[in-house]
């Protein structure tokens, strides 16, 4: 008898069951602490909370493989029990970010059309705002203290586990894009499971005995491509709900934490922080930065400590990670030599660099397009075929739209963006996503947005605003406009008013020459 023509479509038990296989290994390791409520739980005992709140979604709410959960928190023990729970039904996890607005957020609801809606009670007021579609069968609270979650974890467990392929859908990821609509990236277990080892090779295999910190919000793949193999292989997690420099370094301290994932802003407050100097750090094998390039004057006070602090990069689409550097054989002087480059590609990634018009791959040393092809690259873009298209070139490449150079080394540097898009605290900035918003003010009539340098986030949106006839308008009115429409990190921090927009040969706005005439302005 033949066998199946795909072993990525065949479904099997393990598939999604991060916590029940973990646990046969491992039950009573620690698996998971979480400083705000000083909680800490096996492997075992998370299974457990897996298996209670998956049976609620499937008995209770009625629930089934390929029905959608969205969750607006923090980074909770909560929302790793979704991540679980999910896993073992087949059911679609969706976070979504709390930095959002209603606008932004009722956008992605109307096009992921969830089942359940899960939320923090810090957020309750900006969920009650919300116009949550008619899909929503349930819509639970959680606290710390009493709240809807106590009937979800009182539920009398059952084995949920299903069989489930590799091509089986796990996560829906919105991540921000160069138009003014957020793209939702289709994230198999595929995906997940290949990164996972690709992390796990990359790191010498070690990961087992790690004591992670993890930084990175769980709106973000990064929260999970940070969470996935560190529980693959059954490592300690340290769950941070949001960043203070402070608590850090405590944690790392007390926790004796040997990594932690961070932007360049985490390490800037950090080194800021009075305890910085008086912290110790020796755990620490390392720290890795990825979202936005990392400044040397940023890493260096690690560096002088011991520390090795390296940039590495990744994509939702192709990743989520695809390069980093392997620091297990090299001294610290030579890590440092390379401070500046993501590093080299992971065991089981292909990449290349081309022209962006050709597409010819580029000579090493010349500028081009980073584009890379994996076992982990992503899905589709949810009910967007036509980005998909633009994404995927011939023979399964993605275009990162990231301008890259490698040296002779074969080390490779991420020098600028082949759109528009921009980085700021490690939040993609859509442009055109501000200039839609600045636009909708009666008083304004065309609006431009660029990404400045910004000693804080590294980038920074400004705004060069064109005024409808006779009309006044302030700096502080247009950012106050932004602030009530878009997230923080969307808002434009400085504003420029002109007479009329600059345009190229093609009469497209040209922004080069905003962004010129702003640092002109700036002396």
């Known amino acids: 008898m033949p066998g199946p023509l795909h072993y990525d479509d065949l479904p099997m038990n393990w598939v999604g069951d991060w916590a029940g296989r973990r646990a046969a290994l491992t039950p009573q390791r620690e698996a998971l602490h979480d400083p705000a409520t000083e909680q800490r739980f096996t492997y075992a005992q998370m299974n457990d909370r897996a298996q209670r709140l998956s049976t609620y979604l499937v008995d209770t709410l009625g629930l089934a493989k390929g029905d959608t959960v969205c969750f607006i928190m923090r980074n909770r023990l909560e929302a790793v029990d979704l991540y679980l729970a999910c896993g073992k039904a ?20 109307a096009r992921i059309q969830p089942q359940a809606f899960f939320y923090e009670g810090l957020f309750e007021e900006l969920v009650d705002s919300l116009s949550l579609p008619e899909s929503v069968r349930g819509k639970l609270r959680v606290e710390d203290g009493p709240s809807d979650y106590d009937a979800v974890l009182a539920t009398e467990p059952r084995d949920v586990n299903i069989p489930l392929a590799l091509n089986d859908v796990a996560l829906y990821i919105h991540t921000g894009g160069t138009t003014a609509t957020p793209k939702v990236c289709i994230v198999p277990h595929r995906q997940m499971v290949w990164n996972s080892f690709d992390i796990l090779i990359t790191a010498g295999g070690n990961m087992g005995q790690s004591r992670e910190l993890l930084t990175f919000p769980f709106f973000h793949v990064g929260g999970w491509n940070t969470f996935t193999p560190l529980y693959h292989s059954g490592g300690h997690i340290c769950l941070l709900r949001q960043f203070d420099p402070g ?3 405590k944690l790392i301290a007390e926790e004796k934490i040997t990594h932690f994932g961070a932007v360049e802003a985490m390490l800037r407050f950090m080194v800021d922080h009075p305890n910085f100097a008086d912290t110790p750090l020796d755990t620490l094998d390392g720290v890795t930065t990825g979202g936005a390039p990392c400044a ?30 392997n620091g297990i054989d090299q001294p610290l002087s030579q890590i440092w030599d390379h401070n500046a480059s993501i590093g080299t590609t992971f065991y089981h990634c292909d990449f290349k660099i081309i022209e962006q018009g050709t597409h010819k791959p580029v000579q090493r040393g010349e500028r081009g397009v980073l584009c890379l092809r994996s076992a982990h690259n992503f899905q589709e873009y949810l009910h967007q075929p036509e980005r998909t298209d633009k994404l995927f070139l011939e023979d399964g490449w993605v275009y990162s739209g990231d301008l890259a150079v490698e040296d002779e080394h074969g080390y490779v540097y991420i020098v600028g963006r082949a759109d528009n898009m921009f980085i700021s605290g490690g939040e993609n900035v859509s442009p055109e996503e501000i200039e839609n918003v600045i636009k909708e003010h009666p008083l304004v009539s065309s609006a431009a947005v660029v990404g400045i340098q910004d000693e804080r986030w590294g980038q920074a949106p400004l705004a060069a605003v064109v ?21 923080s990190y969307k808002v434009p921090r400085k504003v420029l008013f002109l007479a009329e927009l600059p345009l190229t040969g093609a009469g497209k706005t040209d922004r080069n020459a905003v962004k010129a005439r702003y640092e002109a302005e700036q002396g």
């Open 296 to 325: 040397p004057t940023v890493m260096k006070p690690f560096f002088d400590r011991g520390v090795p602090v390296t940039q590495s990069y990744g994509l939702t689409e192709a990743g989520p990670s695809n390069f980093a550097h």
């Open 90 to 109: 087949g059911i679609i996890l969706a976070p979504l970010s709390f930095r959002l607005r209603k606008r932004e957020l009722d956008d992605l609801l």
């Open 247 to 249: 608590l850090v370094l």
């Open 467 to 487: 005024l409808a006839p006779g009309a006044e308008l302030g700096e502080d009115d247009v950012i106050a406009y932004c602030k009530a429409e878009l997230a």
